[in-house]
């Protein structure tokens, strides 16, 4: 993936993100993700049966990359499984961290393959992941 589409999927997804709305349903799980050395602070609300991540919204505010990246998130992990999702998360995490990862399992998430470069962004890129890595473990 060349640089300017990375550019266009972060900016899309910061523009106009998927399901960036409270959830007032007692059936979702709601977690908070916050980053302490900014502003970045998301609410999650995380809606699971039958073991599949049926919807995922969320809420707060957020820099282009926390907001981007849970954008991307949520297009890649609602329908999966909780196992399947754990994986696809693992590999984000790997990728960001410069370790070895499944290119072919991040689809849109691969916009983040050179965040290592800023390592104060990769707090930002990674935050709603270990909110929603908490919400599913609890």
Do not use: W
């Not at 998301?42 to 957020?62: H, P, R, S, W």
């Amino acid at each position: 993936m060349n640089e300017e589409l990375k550019r266009e999927i972060i900016m899309e997804h910061y523009q106009n993100p998927l399901n960036r709305h409270v959830i007032e349903d007692e059936s979702y799980i709601k977690v908070n993700t916050a980053n302490s050395s900014c502003i970045d602070n998301l609410d999650l609300y995380i809606k699971v049966e039958d073991n599949i991540i049926k919807d995922i919204a969320f809420t707060g505010e957020a820099c282009a990359i926390s907001i981007s990246s849970t954008s991307i998130m949520i297009e890649n992990i609602v329908g999966k499984k909780v196992d399947d999702a754990l994986i696809y998360i693992e590999n984000f995490e790997n990728m960001v961290n410069e370790k070895e990862y499944d290119k072919e399992l991040l689809k849109t998430g691969l916009a983040y393959d050179t965040i290592y470069k800023q390592n104060s962004r990769k707090t930002c890129a990674l935050l709603p992941y270990k909110g929603l890595v908490d919400a599913l473990k609890n």
